[in-house]
């Protein structure tokens, strides 16, 4: 792990990120030792951080940082690349001239089947315009899901916001069927935007299956005959068994594996 | 500052509270050296632990932290008390058996006026049922909304969450006037339910001045002829500004003292 580039696993405890969720981070997908789709992480993030006032670090500075972690040429993994506001005093307001910290860290694959059983959760996604389509640290909404997809013995859960409309997983994006075209739910106002649901729906574009945004409501998900969900570290997965009902198609996902490889996700080459 | 009752400044950067905002906290009046509102403040704690279902330490252990600090008998200030859900390796789903950790630290008292000017923010709440109410360590639209109040010049700064309604301030919670009684904004799906905010709305029912909840549109706060603002830090203060129009009132800010002096809050006798 390093903290602002220098090999260390301790913070400082006056941290924004860990006293005010005052930051953001990027999942990135590690293979054969290099780090995937690193320029669009770093675009996302740059986004990300003008959308929070906060000061960006730099293409070359967070590619510095991810190159001195070298992993074995072998390596597949998780890098994950946190952004926070430095440290402070008590109060909300960022201070001036704040330094913001960077913690890079290596993580083992997750293992995840191809075909993944889903359940819904009961805990909602907040509606926030502020945060929607942000991935910053305040992910407690996420860990409560979580917690009940693991009790369930789920591989993921769907998360509802409060109009009952479904928005994404707990930590992947979500794409369905209608009309023989594929959408993904519409992220304005909660949800994390993330970069391989970007890449699937130019995929989708190219591949004249859809990629557009459509809403999805709770009441019309029983209808739908096919999901899946994408995220930066598996790629795209197929969903088996929703709520106890089984859903058909798959196909897609072996249609969406040349482009998004062609597109940098490696892995799926 | 105390971590897990050991004199430290440094956490481990795996720590859940840091990369998921899996955490709570409480703001806490030093006065005299003696922490105020204690039981209080343990009392919300305790709750707000459940519904997370994240482990709460014991009131003998948290009581125990805060009395190894030791503020000096004439200290005047703030202590911060955080609860992490402890490390763990990447992924959401919190994992089993997880060591809760605690964080105490002493901060100066901020200074606040006893008139205070307040704004309307852009930057609104998120609107989530799963964490209304609670102190998490996900505060970022707090953050964004502070930065707003610190850059307009205004001591602090209304949010409203995403149906125009007003909700509370960055760091206060908000109380109006309407047909001569005092209301407080429902935290069902949105806000701090603070410890002052408790103990204000116990004082105005025993002063007969009401202290019940009512939602507060937007286009309704600008009939309102007087707002209080409250937190566990400063007590309660007037608004003597409101978007640049003058308020009237304050009477009931020397009407609240003696009971809330006598619930606990010592800073106030």
């Not at 860990?143 to 997983?169: K, N, P, Q, T, Y």
């Given at each position: 792990?390093?903290?602002?580039?220098?090999?260390?696993?301790?913070?400082?405890?006056?941290?924004?990120?860990?006293?005010?969720?005052?930051?953001?981070?990027?999942?990135m997908r590690v293979h054969r030792g290099r780090v995937c789709l690193l320029e669009r992480h770093l675009a996302r993030l740059r986004e990300s951080c003008r959308r929070i006032a906060l000061p960006y670090p730099g293409d070359d500075v967070l590619a510095?940082?991810?190159?001195?972690?070298?992993?074995?040429?072998?390596?597949?993994?998780?890098?994950?690349?946190?952004?926070?506001?430095?440290?402070?005093?008590?109060?909300?307001?960022?201070?001036?001239?704040?330094?913001?910290?960077?913690?890079?860290?290596?993580?083992?694959?997750?293992?995840?089947?191809?075909?993944?059983?889903?359940?819904?959760?009961?805990?909602?996604?907040?509606?926030?315009?502020?945060?929607?389509?942000?991935?910053?640290?305040?992910?407690?909404?996420?860990?409560?899901?979580?917690?009940?997809?693991?009790?369930?013995?789920?591989?993921?859960?769907?998360?509802?916001?409060?109009?009952?409309?479904?928005?994404?997983?707990?930590?992947?994006?979500?794409?369905?069927?209608?009309?023989?075209?594929?959408?993904?739910?519409?992220?304005?106002?909660?949800?994390?935007?993330?970069?391989?649901?970007?890449?699937?729906?130019?995929?989708?574009?190219?591949?004249?299956?859809?990629?557009?945004?459509?809403?999805?409501?709770?009441?019309?998900?029983?209808?739908?005959?096919?999901?899946?969900?994408?995220?930066?570290?598996?790629?795209?997965?197929?969903?088996?068994?929703?709520?106890?009902?089984?859903?058909?198609?798959?196909?897609?996902?072996?249609?969406?594996?040349?482009?998004?490889?062609?597109?940098?996700?490696?892995?799926?080459?």
């Amino acid at each position: 792990m390093l903290i602002d580039g220098i090999q260390a696993t301790q913070v400082s405890a006056t941290d924004r990120g860990l006293n005010y969720g005052d930051g953001l981070f990027e999942t990135m997908r590690v293979h054969r030792g290099r780090v995937c789709l690193l320029e669009r992480h770093l675009a996302r993030l740059r986004e990300s951080c003008r959308r929070i006032a906060l000061p960006y670090p730099g293409d070359d500075v967070l590619a510095g940082d991810v190159s001195r972690l070298q992993p074995g040429a072998d390596t597949e993994g998780v890098l994950r690349l946190v952004l926070t506001r430095g440290d402070s005093g008590r109060g909300y307001a960022p201070p001036p001239g704040a330094a913001v910290r960077r913690i890079v860290a290596l993580y083992p694959l997750p293992r995840l089947p191809d075909e993944l059983t889903v359940g819904i959760c009961a805990t909602r996604l907040g509606r926030s315009p502020a945060l929607g389509g942000l991935k910053h640290l305040g992910r407690l909404e996420q860990v409560l899901a979580a917690a009940e997809a693991a009790a369930a013995g789920w591989h993921e859960g769907l998360m509802l916001d409060e109009c009952d409309r479904v928005v994404e997983g707990t930590r992947h994006n979500l794409f369905f069927v209608r009309h023989g075209q594929w959408y993904t739910p519409p992220l304005d106002a909660c949800g994390v935007a993330g970069v391989m649901r970007g890449m699937v729906r130019e995929a989708l574009a190219m591949l004249g299956l859809g990629g557009g945004e459509a809403a999805l409501r709770y009441d019309e998900l029983h209808e739908v005959e096919e999901l899946l969900l994408c995220n930066a570290v598996v790629g795209v997965r197929r969903v088996s068994e929703l709520d106890g009902r089984r859903l058909g198609g798959g196909r897609v996902v072996a249609d969406l594996a040349a482009p998004l490889a062609a597109a940098g996700a490696a892995w799926l080459a």
